[in-house]
């Protein structure tokens, strides 16, 4: 009779536990991806749809605004973002992950530039740092361009704007989203004109402008940067198998710029863009899906080469 009971006990709890496993399975079987509305998450967010994808999981993203996304992390409603541009969001950072409420996975690009530009025609003429844009006032219309309302990089050049820092105290900011300011600089460069607008690396704005970096920004943007990939809490150990794969995941510059100028050129979407560069270049693979499975348990590699 005890030799019954402690078998029906046992049964009891291999079952509770096959449940359990089971159920974070099935949590683990959607991943929700932050999506800024940039050009080069848009494309880290494409090759990660479709490796995960190529693994038997769903893939759900939303664009919004950075805070929320930091906000969506922390409450459990965004899995992973893939786009935590270092200096630029320093405080959010500072607020969440070195706090702890919030991982960081991995280091997933480096040498990134995230500081405010001119064209080449208004560097020659001058403009090289950001103390010299004053001096030019009148030719920029007292004018920067950033992207989005409640971007980091926005906030800091309200700062600068706010402590009249560089003598920008009669400046403006106009905030819109990055498809608008490029608008309005290609507008500026068409005419020659002087513009100011917040400009990064990788992006294909570098291949479609002939533009410059400011120096003399540090304070407010920092040196050359990186991008980290974030998840909520815990993420990676409840769902170790996407967590091995974003600790994998990591990018180029020269991969980016190419995979964002076949779709600015209209050469293709952003999944087909990815779909193209991955066919050419499928041995980046390898790194990417060492140690991954797929969610049946097969070859996580084997069934992406195969989605190619």
Not at 44 to 55: D, M, P, Q, Y
Not at 255 to 263: C, R
Not at 274 to 292: F, I, M, S, T
Request: charged share 20%; aromatic share 8%.
């Amino acid at each position: 009779m005890k030799t019954t009971r402690a078998a029906w006990a046992l049964g009891l709890a291999l079952t509770a536990g096959s449940l359990s496993a089971h159920a974070e399975e099935a949590s683990c079987a959607t991943v929700t991806l932050g999506d800024p509305g940039w050009s080069d998450i848009a494309v880290t967010n494409g090759i990660a749809r479709f490796v995960l994808e190529g693994l038997g999981y769903k893939v759900q993203s939303s664009t919004l605004a950075v805070p929320i996304i930091f906000a969506g992390l922390q409450k459990g409603q965004v899995d992973v973002f893939l786009g935590n541009w270092m200096p630029a969001q320093q405080s959010h950072y500072d607020k969440l992950v070195a706090s702890g409420e919030l991982d960081e996975v991995a280091e997933n690009l480096s040498g990134t530039e995230y500081t405010l530009a001119v064209p080449a025609y208004a560097y020659e003429a001058g403009v090289k740092t950001f103390a010299d844009l004053d001096a030019h006032a009148s030719r920029f219309n007292n004018t920067i361009y950033g992207i989005g309302a409640g971007s980091p990089a926005n906030e800091s050049i309200k700062e600068m704007i706010a402590a009249d820092e560089f003598g920008l105290g009669d400046w403006k900011l106009v905030e819109s989203s990055e498809q608008a300011m490029l608008v309005q600089v290609g507008r500026a460069v068409r005419r020659d004109q002087f513009v100011v607008f917040l400009g990064w690396t990788p992006h294909p704005m570098n291949v479609q402008f002939d533009m410059r970096y400011l120096k003399g920004g540090e304070k407010y943007f920092g040196e050359s940067g990186s991008v980290n990939t974030l998840t909520r809490k815990g993420y990676a150990a409840q769902c170790p198998n996407v967590g091995a794969l974003l600790k994998n995941l990591t990018f180029t510059q020269d991969m980016e710029n190419s995979i964002m100028q076949q779709v600015d050129s209209k050469q293709a979407s952003h999944d087909g863009a990815v779909k193209a560069w991955l066919q050419a270049n499928p041995q980046v693979l390898d790194g990417w899906l060492d140690g991954v499975q797929t969610r049946d348990g097969e070859s996580g590699l084997e069934a992406v080469k195969a989605k190619l």
